[in-house]
């Protein structure tokens, strides 16, 4: 039901152009003339209140004059008029308003935009917009927009939140030779966003692969959940990646995520495959609208140059797919179609001699082998050799094997016959690049994408065994003393409750408890001040470790509560913390945020230097299972010491993916309360002996 709708903005079967003219120049001459040239078939109905005709058509004074259904209403007249009109398509039953015009939220008229927004939720209509280009839709040769024209077919589908960069694709299609069935410009996203474009365009026929230029998301967990659920490939390019917040923050956490790195976790948690910039969103595209997933890591390049197989091979490190030499069968089979002097290796070089036939056979041979998963052909076009024939015997051995088993880029390297070479493999659905690099990383999109896949599939299990009421109760104790920052103790007792392994940590109120309390837990121990409103201890005097024996503990006991009184006079000491001292082990981070876009989100890194200098850390929108926590394990620079680098035992990174994950829990769970929080440090042991978490901190949103 809800797709019926959506249909009439992205596939409309009658249009309104709402402030269509007979002058030109005016957006609204221009969309009436785009849906002529278009060669729209459905009816299109021009509303203008002065004019009969409009360029041909018979027009309407107002859009409940017209006789028939209408699809969808393009809005081409002054924002302050929309309201207005938006009233009038829906008692009219218009499913999609196509809202062209300017001056709404991106200008600070959010009201007149909600207003709009509003209206269209009575009527059950959906909003495009606004601030829009408009759609283009080749299947429905529907240029329902003031761009020059439609794209170059093809089966991709793009949207793009900068009208004026959708216009630019549109042109470029052609000169990049990457085919688009369909355009859509989403501007301020007011209802219909990039979540109801995955949903409705993974239902559609026409293409095979999302591209989306995106500025900003606003319900990133609705995006997630729309990519996950994809059958399709879906490719994105983030713009405007710059930290927000960062020097707000009271957490390593918040100063650490800038919005780009939320974004590429969450664009991999959700399998939607990067794109570094332009070119690259064009490139990639071309390769997933075309060409199947890579399922496994074997690149095979064949080609008939030796630079360009050394390009290729750098390439191919740099895009995490490293060349390895092919297998003994593999390369007997290959030296039959090569002089005694060319390599059979990986790269494949045929040398220059190698023509149509030799191309054909290595590539359908190579296709049908076992080790290989994607096979990268390049070509330097030479006197010897007619591209286009080479371009033909590719696609002869693709078909000869069964088109889409395995994925195949091509770049031919030459002049204007190499280019005719490509369009022509384009067009027979073979991604072909101008350089032998870009060939190779279409082929590891295409990779990204298979693994990807695999690990958005993974589903989060809740665990059972934790008490969030519990965990609610400490919330609500700290809330009914007007605090937002929780004390070490607090804080812990929250971890506890989700199961995580924490230091046996206690509160002494006396110098008699803490003694009492040292010889409890066992020497030696580590002993803090407990203050709300000393939250860096270190450089309050406020911690001793490494405290053994009663004497020691004494002591202790009196320099603490002194040097906090000299740090802070006013300071409200609770008491002083006696904690287990854990034995040293690998050091680690867990770190949570509230991100604006996408929620309760993780961070985990290695502890001290690495954190703090390096920021080598990594982040997942919560929640994460085990499985893929363990791959944040691996994300970061220093993943090989918890491997056990330099000799060192491997650390039990099982024990740790649990913590990753029983915290993310947490911090959903709590979502509504907590704003962020961290452990730092937790000992991570070797392989078998767990992790602990010594030190704890959790922050409550501003009531
Ligand atoms: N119903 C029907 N027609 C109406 C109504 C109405 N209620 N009110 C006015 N009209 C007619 C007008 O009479 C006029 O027709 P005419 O040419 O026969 O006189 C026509 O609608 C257009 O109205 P104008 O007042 O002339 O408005 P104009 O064409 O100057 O501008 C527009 C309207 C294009 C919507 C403008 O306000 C605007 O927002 N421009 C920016 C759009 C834009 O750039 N969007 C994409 C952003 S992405 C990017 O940057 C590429």
Redesign the pocket.
Known sequence: MKHDVLDGVFSPKSIAV??????KG????TVVDNLIQSNYQGPVYP?????AE?QGFKAY???LDVPGEIDAAV?????K?VP??AKECGEKGVKGLLV????FSEVGYIDLELQVVEIAQQYGMRVL?????GVLSNSDNCNAS?APGLPLPGKAALGSQ???L??AMDTASYTRRVGFDKMV?I?NMSDVNFGDMIDWLDQDKNTTCISFYIEGLQDGQNFIRAARSAQKPIIALKAGTSAHGAAAAASHTGSLAGSGKIYTSAFEQAGVVPAADLNNLFDRTQALSLQPPMKGKNLLVITNGGGVGVLATDAAERSGLPLHFAPADLQAGLKKHMPSFGSAKNPVDMTGMAGKEWYQDSVQFALAHDWVDGLAVLYCETAMTAPLEIAKGIKAAIEAVGAHQKPVAVSFVGGKDSQTAMRWLVEAGIPAYDAPDTAVDALAALHEYAESKKTSAAKFEPFVDVHEATAREIIAQVRAEGRTGMTEIESKNIFKAYGLPVADTRLATSEEEAVQLAENIGYPIVMKIMSPDILHKSDAGGVKVNVNGETAVREAYRTILANAKEYKAEADIRGIVVQEMAPWATEVILGSINDPTFGPTLMFGLGGIFVEILKDVTFRVAPVSPEQSIKMLDDIKGAPILKGARGEEPRDRVALSEVLSRYSQMIVDLGDEVNESDANPVLVYAEGEGVIVVDARVILKEA
């Open positions: 709402i402030g269509a003219s007979n002058t005016k957006i609204g001459y509303i203008n209140p002065k004019d409009i004074p107002s859009i809005v081409v007249i002054p924002a008029f207005q009109v062209i015009a300017s001056g917009g606004p601030n829009i280009v003031f900068s009208g004026a959708l216009i410009s501007g």
